[in-house]
């Protein structure tokens, strides 16, 4: 224990002063704590805003959730998913192997790369072999060997 400093007033002073500054800190650690909690609330509150997307109100347009938003992007990838394999004639794949094709008719004997078979490598129609496998075609312009 402490020992009193013999004088009453000085002693009740100092116990009443200890007293506050130790009521000061349990305060102050509590609201620490609360502000804390409160943050985070409302963080996941705007985390949940988003994710579920928001309503238009007056003078605010609304926001797509998340999986609004993921449903578009799928959307927007199988559209694009179509353009690049052969299908119904459509796609920008068959007009490249259209091209290809024509390409093909138009100089014979010279590698087309996707040819009329929409293959990597292959020859055009006129020429009767192929290339082997893991060689380049040759560069645009340059004469076949």
Known sequence: MVEATGIDALDVVLVWAGALTVIGGLVAAVWRGVRGALRLAGRVDDFMDDWAGQEERPGVPGRPGVMERVGAIEA??????????????GSLRDAVDRANERLALLCPGTVVPGGARGETGALSPATPS???????????GARPT
């Open 76 to 89: 927007r990838l199988h559209r694009v998913e179509h353009e690049l394999y052969p299908n119904s004639g």
């Open 130 to 140: 192929r290339t082997t496998p893991g060689t380049a075609p040759p560069a645009p």
